[in-house]
């Protein structure tokens, strides 16, 4: 029979466990392309696809609204928005597409719904980030040199858009064993009203009162508005807190988990008719 050795210490797990997520993280994105690279680069040509859909919108349209209140880069605008909206989006898919507890590997003693969990998550983070970083340094070397004037907390809001999306995508993920048909609507729903409501187009400090509470709800939508604070100088978001996302992450990544952990009390091998 085939066995499997557990750690006695509390290193020797962490260890295991960084192990399992790591190939698991492989797996995640070679199960989607044939290899790593491949993922990466259709995931580049997706990003500026959408880029350029949005610049020939802007273009024929006219400006976008709000973006006359910011004196910068057009292309650096319409990339801030982007990029966080396709983390975001990629990350509640990507999540809330996790096996759940019937599925067949989940029978395997070193896997557990953690470890699939963390691979989805950080799969989906390691070929956005990849692609950001290949984009940006394309544009930067090729077309023209980009200023952000605080990297690193534009980086941080890029963590809090992947953050946001894959406690969303685990509450889907909870719900998905008891509901899944409304997850599978619910979950494009939400991708969709996102391709309006995330602000990617426009900035807070250009709304009025009426039509800036249909957006304030949305955490990706306080988390745009935050990133082009930091990236560009004469921009400074008032109407949206950073602090409003990480909260509602916070809170709905820890009923998704308990809803989870609920969810493997009651787990039922029938349950794999039904999804």
């Not at 466990?17 to 698991?24: D, G, I, N, R």
């Not at 070679?30 to 880029?51: E, G, K, T």
Request: glycine letters at 8%; aromatic letters at 14%.
């Amino acid at each position: 029979m085939y066995y499997f050795k557990r750690n006695r210490t509390l290193l020797g797990g962490a260890f295991t466990t960084s192990e399992l997520v790591f190939h698991s993280v492989v797996r995640s994105i070679r199960s989607q392309r044939s290899n790593a690279v491949l993922a990466v680069i259709m995931n580049i040509v997706q990003i500026l696809a959408l880029v350029t859909v949005f610049y020939l919108i802007m273009t024929l349209v006219g400006k976008i609204t709000g973006l006359s209140k910011i004196r910068g880069n057009p292309i650096l605008f319409l990339l801030s928005g982007v990029f966080l909206f396709l983390t975001h989006v990629k990350s509640v898919s990507g999540v809330a597409g996790v096996a759940t507890g019937n599925n067949p590997m989940m029978l395997h003693s070193p896997m557990n719904m953690m470890v699939s969990l963390l691979a989805a998550a950080f799969g989906t983070f390691y070929t956005q980030l990849v692609s950001i970083l290949v984009i940006l340094f394309m544009y930067h070397v090729a077309i023209e040199p980009l200023e952000i004037q605080d990297p690193g907390g534009a980086f941080y809001m890029l963590v809090l858009a992947w953050f946001t999306g894959s406690a969303v995508g685990v509450l889907f993920m909870a719900l998905k064993p008891w509901l899944p048909t409304f997850v599978s609507i619910s979950s494009v729903v939400y991708r969709r009203i996102n391709m309006i409501f995330s602000g990617k187009m426009f900035v807070a400090n250009s709304l009025g009162g009426f039509t800036l509470t249909m957006f304030i709800w949305n955490p990706l939508f306080h988390v745009i508005d935050q990133c082009r604070g930091f990236v560009f100088r004469n921009y400074f978001p008032r109407q949206t807190s950073w602090e409003y996302a990480l909260w509602v992450g916070i809170i709905l990544l820890l009923i998704g988990l308990l809803g989870i952990f609920f969810t493997r009390q009651h787990v039922s091998k029938s349950w794999g008719a039904r999804s």
